[in-house]
Structure formats: structure tokens, C-alpha cells
């Protein structure tokens, strides 16, 4: 593990497998509430082999501080551009579930000469005010400890005893912006970005019209479903993802 330094002075944590000359760096980013140490890493042997991986942990989430007050997602980019400086990455390809691909399409949009390609596996992008409302019930820490309490002591374990709860409600505040201030339809219509827009068949918060909506508006987008796969990282398998990720970000390098 790594400390990059945010400009508010915010130490984010990081790893770089893989780092060789002549490959090109890969961003894995975790979802919301997830970490480095939960997600993508049944995927990272196979991908070190072919890319410089980068996998980081969102500011606030795991290992990383959050100086600011809060989660805000253009800080949130900002810290990924500074990061991708700081080992050298010029330029690289980005895949991101869930809230990872969300905020890679913001990075995308920010700074579309820097991200090659884009995968989005299991990432909502239509959040209507009763999705909002939804995600905000299910992000109240005191409900989490007392119904699921397994999952709360998950969060304790992986980003602290002592925050895990603020992050939650930070995380909710989040959520919240994204129905009135999020992105639309037409912001990201004209992206040229190669995009892979990833769903499983089961997925209950990202549903498969939704999604194949989203490939139909992005110009440069495919759709990809995997069988029996619930929203949960815990149920994608590296088996079919891992040779379509491996396909889809090195044939989109070599049309370049």
C-alpha cells in the first residue's frame, strides 16, 4: 500500500501491481462503500499480467482520510486525475463498479483525453427520487447495525470502528444529489469514449432496460449481461467478465 496527498491535504491510499514499461495503467475503482481490500481482487492476477493496475480507495472508504466534510464527486475525480499523475499515467483505461462506474463517467467527461476506455459493471445511472429515497433507508447506520449487523460489522472492519458510521450517512448525502444534480442523457450523449456498459441478468438495483438504455445513448457503447449475477461484487464471477474486460480495453487501445 500507497499515500497519495489530496490538495486538501487528505492522505489516499493506493496499490500499482503490474508496473513494467510498455503497459498501459488500468483504474479499478471499488463501489460505494466498498475498498481495496473487498473488490477486484479475484480479477487482479490476470490483469497485472496485461496492464499496470491501479486500485484506490475512495477518500473516507478503507485506508484513506477525508479531510472535507463530506462526499462530493467532482473531489472525488479530481483525486483519481491527481492520483493517475502522481504514477505517471498520462492516460489509462478505467473500470468501475457500481459507484466506480458512475464516477468514471464524470472522469470521462472532465477529462476525456486522458480515459482510453470505460467498463461500468452494475452501475445506476437513472436515479429518480424514489431510487434516492430507497438508497437513503437502506444508508441509515443505526437500521444497518440493528437488521443487518453482519454487514455493519463488515464496514466497521473495513473503514473503521470509530467512522464507518459518518461515512454512511456521508455516502447517503451523496446519493441524495444525484436525482437534481447527477448526470443526464444529454451530458453524456456526446462521449466518444469506448464504453462496455456490464449488468448481471439478476441485478436488483440496476435493471437490464435501464441499462441497455444507457448503451443505446452513449455513441460508443456496448452492452454486456452476465448470467446469474445479483448487484453484489461478491456474485460477479471472474468467468465471463474477465476475458470480456481484457477484450474490450485492449481492442479499443489497438483501433486507436
Known amino acids: 500500500m500507497a499515500n497519495w496527498k489530496a490538495s486538501d ?18 483504474l479499478l475503482l471499488p463501489g460505494l462503500l466498498g475498498s481495496i481490500t473487498t473488490q477486484w481482487r479475484p480479477f487482479l492476477a490476470q490483469l497485472e499480467n496485461v496492464f499496470r493496475v491501479v486500485l484506490m480507495d475512495y477518500r473516507g472508504h478503507g485506508h484513506s482520510e477525508n479531510n472535507a466534510t463530506k462526499l462530493d464527486s467532482n473531489q472525488m475525480v479530481e483525486d483519481m486525475l491527481g492520483l493517475m499523475d502522481s504514477v505517471g499515467a498520462r492516460t489509462f483505461h478505467v473500470a468501475g463498479y457500481s459507484l466506480g462506474g458512475y464516477l468514471g463517467l464524470i472522469l470521462a467527461l472532465n477529462a476525456p483525453n486522458r480515459v482510453h476506455t470505460l467498463l461500468m459493471h452494475g452501475s445506476k445511472f437513472y436515479w429518480t427520487k424514489e431510487t434516492v429515497e430507497s438508497m437513503k433507508e437502506q444508508l441509515d447506520p443505526d437500521i444497518l447495525a440493528k437488521k443487518v449487523p453482519t454487514y455493519a460489522n463488515q464496514l466497521a472492519q473495513e473503514h473503521g470502528g470509530g467512522r464507518w458510521r459518518a461515512l454512511v450517512r456521508q455516502s447517503a448525502d451523496l446519493v441524495a444529489g444525484f436525482s437534481q444534480k447527477g448526470l443526464t442523457e444529454g451530458m453524456v450523449a456526446r462521449l466518444q469514449t469506448p464504453m462496455l456498459i456490464s449488468v448481471g441478468d439478476k441485478d436488483e438495483m440496476v435493471k437490464l432496460p435501464e441499462a441497455h438504455r444507457l448503451s443505446t445513448i452513449l455513441p460508443n457503447a456496448g452492452l454486456l449481461v452476465l448470467p446469474n449475477t445479483k448487484h453484489s461484487f461478491a ?22
Open 9 to 26: 491535504g487528505s492522505l489516499i491510499n493506493f496499490e500499482l501491481h503490474g508496473d513494467s514499461a510498455g503497459k498501459e495503467t488500468l
Open 235 to 256: 456474485t460477479v464471477q471472474p468467468i465471463p467478465l474477465l476475458p470480456m474486460m481484457q477484450a474490450f480495453h485492449r481492442s479499443a487501445t489497438s483501433r486507436r
